[in-house]
């Protein structure tokens, strides 16, 4: 096959014909280096221009501009032909898709067509000789080859071996953190770009009036590594042994395509790993049953483990403990505690939860989880109980951090670690404890309070949800509350007297409102996070949740703190009329329009029913503020267009980020809309001419 390499020069050229009208052609290494800035400024520069091919991508999958092609040998592309797979192709490149984190490029297909090939563990600024794995309609899947010099510019060496290996749990441990966080924030943009543009075209939004905030990175280089309070590893039986990667001496790494085993071979140490000078990978055949494996689900493979030691995401008392059991269960996977195979269902060992925290002393928690199926018999029962045991004994009593150590029980065949019942097999407690102090990064005058050191404290049972880094998850309510309203209430400017007196607002009739606080409703409020960072600074608050544990959390949660003004309701926000519940449990939203609608829900986003449900309240009650908080911005783009076209008198003000979860191409999203001034007393939006029929709401 004879490659030709087109880079950079005629598509830098066109970036240039797009910044400056006039086309300038580089030499292909000033093009490699300039080409990403290029990219950046034009976008920029002419935020809604996108060239035609473009246009069929989903919002955020950004386009490399440098490319080349692989010309000739079986299928390569003519020009009226997508590449196919088997294919090899030398490809640049630029950008990272959207929530796949696949690096983007463009292939050449002629002078004029090109397609884009998703490259699987590429990063933007290199070059890569790769693979056409998969093709679909609009674009083609590639796998890595190799990594061709020079070196990109965003590359920086991986902290984890298993990323190596092929762990699917981080995808950007080799790009530098300030590129992760910038192509984040870009793709978040073009979402909301895209957004704009279609509500701009009916009328319905401008994007010169969004403000646009800057990107709330981690903490450089603390925050990176060590972050995640809650980790689920996988007990099975199908192990996938990767194939050795290669690096040279200069540091430069070829990732190779993990390879499926299907059972633990003679050459694999406990872990799965490779003994040294052992590189050749049997072939599947053996007996699948035979295999243990603990650690991470290799990406887009249910039923095959990879065994992980060392996750470099969670703290190092937690990778003891992985590896303390892992050493206590593999010599019993045979006998008394097989490892679940997710094909077959048989098995007893299903997942472990490890979960950890920081109370209020700064100490740190810890939360073991061992979810299993019923036990087959009182010994595999007492096997189970005996491995609680030792964890406790080693971590327990040698204060460690170890609180509990809990057996979740689930006859379920989905992967779901979670148990119809639990059981308590070590510890005097069945949560741990995690103290937030968002007012630390809120930039007002309330900083001074005491508050801001206390914290609130949130007790955390094994199936509740809590947002999974708390160090962002301080930062992510501290944005929260800048951007509610509240901090500028007369009442609540600061924390106030009534607020640290908690007796003093629980108020529970309409009669006692006197107009001096807020009403705030939060919409999928898990263990009550948002809720309580709120109700220092608000009059009543009532949270709505799915999840029965969750919503006890928030009670005692509310209780530990002190709260008396916050009602927490476990309600299906799928199904049930959100005003009926609302006017049910918040008796003063019936007189007084709600004063912040909080909602943060899961990636799925918010059901049609409740955005109807909103936008459909009578004009007197209509929730003045909006925060909606998505780890998901496709599906909030999606709610907010859906909203904002049924509310017209809703302005979308700012959007806001917050990156929770470094070297993944998962990032928050805080958008923040207000009661537009130019909608009139009755509902009518100047802009759109649209009105508002009080007939659409009924409770
Ligand atoms: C992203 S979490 C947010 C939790 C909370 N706001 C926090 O900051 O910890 C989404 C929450 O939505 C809840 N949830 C999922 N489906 C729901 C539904 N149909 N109705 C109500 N809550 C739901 C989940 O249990 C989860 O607690």
Redesign the pocket.
């Known amino acids: 096959m004879r490659t030709e390499i087109r880079t950079g020069a005629v598509l830098v050229e066109r970036t240039y014909v797009s910044l400056f009208e006039r086309p300038v052609s580089l030499k292909p290494a000033f093009a490699r280096v300039l080409s990403p800035i290029i990219y950046r400024a034009r976008v920029w520069q002419r935020p809604c221009h996108r060239s035609r091919q473009t246009r069929h991508f989903s919002a955020g999958e950004r386009l490399s501009s440098a490319t080349m092609v692989a010309t000739d040998g079986p299928g390569a592309p003519s020009s009226q032909k997508s590449p196919s797979r088997g294919l090899l192709v030398e490809l640049a490149v630029e950008s990272l898709a959207h929530g796949t984190g696949m690096g983007v490029s463009r292939l050449q297909l002629s002078e004029n067509e090109s397609f884009v090939v998703l490259v699987h563990n590429a990063i933007p600024g290199e070059r890569v000789r790769a693979r056409i794995i998969r093709r679909k309609r609009n674009h083609a899947e590639a796998i890595v080859v190799e990594r061709l010099d020079p070196p990109s510019m965003f590359a920086t060496a991986p902290l984890c071996r298993h990323f190596l290996e092929g762990c699917g749990g981080c995808k950007f441990q080799n790009l530098i953190y300030t590129k992760q966080l910038s192509e984040k924030e870009e793709q978040v943009r073009d979402m909301y770009r895209a957004l704009l543009r279609r509500l701009e075209t009916d009328g319905l939004a401008s994007e010169a009036s969004v403000e646009f905030l800057p990107a709330v990175g981690a903490t450089v280089p603390t925050g990176l590594y060590a972050y995640r309070n809650k980790m689920d590893f996988t007990f099975g039986t199908r192990v996938w042994r990767p194939k050795p990667n290669t690096a040279d001496d200069s540091g430069k790494v070829t990732l190779r395509q993990g390879r499926d085993t299907s059972t633990r071979d003679e050459n694999t140490v406990s872990s799965g790993r490779k003994r040294p000078g052992t590189d050749t990978a049997p072939e599947s055949g053996e007996d699948m049953r035979t295999g243990f494996a603990l650690g991470l689900h290799v990406p887009r493979r249910y039923d095959k483990v990879l065994c992980i030691e060392d996750c470099a995401l969670q703290i190092d008392v937690a990778n003891e403990i992985l590896r303390f059991v892992e050493r206590h269960c593999r010599p019993l996977a045979e006998t008394l505690l097989p490892p679940y195979d997710l094909v077959e269902h048989v098995g007893f060992l299903r997942n472990l939860v490890i979960r950890t925290a920081q109370d209020r002393h700064n100490q740190t928690q810890v939360m073991v989880n061992l979810v299993t199926s019923p036990p087959a018999d009182a010994h595999q029962q007492a096997a189970l109980e005996d491995v609680a045991a030792a964890l406790w004994k080693a971590f327990g009593e040698t204060n460690r951090g170890l609180v509990c150590v809990l057996q979740n029980i689930t006859s379920n065949r989905s992967g779901v670690a979670v148990g119809e019942s639990q059981r308590r097999l070590a510890g005097t407690q069945d949560t741990i404890e995690q103290c937030l102090r968002p007012l630390r990064h809120v930039r007002s005058r309330i900083q001074t309070s005491s508050w801001s050191e206390t914290g609130i404290n949130f007790q955390i049972s094994a199936n509740s949800?809590?947002?999974t880094n708390p160090a962002q998850a301080e930062r992510l309510m501290a944005v929260v509350l800048e951007n509610s309203g509240l901090l500028e209430q007369p009442s609540v400017g600061q924390v106030s007297p009534a607020a640290e007196s908690s007796a003093e607002l629980a108020v529970s009739s309409p009669q006692a409102r006197q107009d001096t606080g807020a009403l705030v409703v939060?919409l999928?409020?898990?263990?009550g996070?948002?809720a309580l960072c709120l109700a220092p600074f608000a009059e009543q608050v009532l949270g709505?949740?799915?999840?029965a544990s969750?919503v006890d959390d928030a009670r005692t949660n509310a209780r530990l703190n002190a709260r008396t003004n916050t009602v927490f309701q476990v309600?299906?926000?799928?199904k049930e009329n959100l005003w009926q519940v609302i006017f049910r449990h918040l008796p003063l939203a019936r007189q007084h329009p709600v004063d912040l609608l909080v909602m943060?829900?899961?990636r799925a986003g918010v059901h049609p029913r409740q955005l109807k449900a909103i936008a459909g309240a009578p004009p007197a009650l209509r929730p003045r503020r909006l925060v909606y908080v998505s780890?998901n911005p496709a599906s909030q783009t999606r709610d907010l267009d859906l909203l904002l076209r049924d509310a017209p008198w809703y302005r979308l003000e700012k959007v806001a980020l917050v990156d929770q979860f470094p070297h993944t191409p998962h990032i928050e999203t805080v958008a923040v809309l207000s009661l537009s001034h130019e909608a009139d007393a009755n509902g009518r939006h100047k802009a759109s001419g649209s009105t508002e029929e009080s007939g659409r709401y009924s409770i």
């Open positions: 949800f809590f947002q939060d999928f409020c898990g263990t996070t948002i709505l949740e799915l999840v969750a309600t299906d926000l799928e943060d829900p899961p780890c």
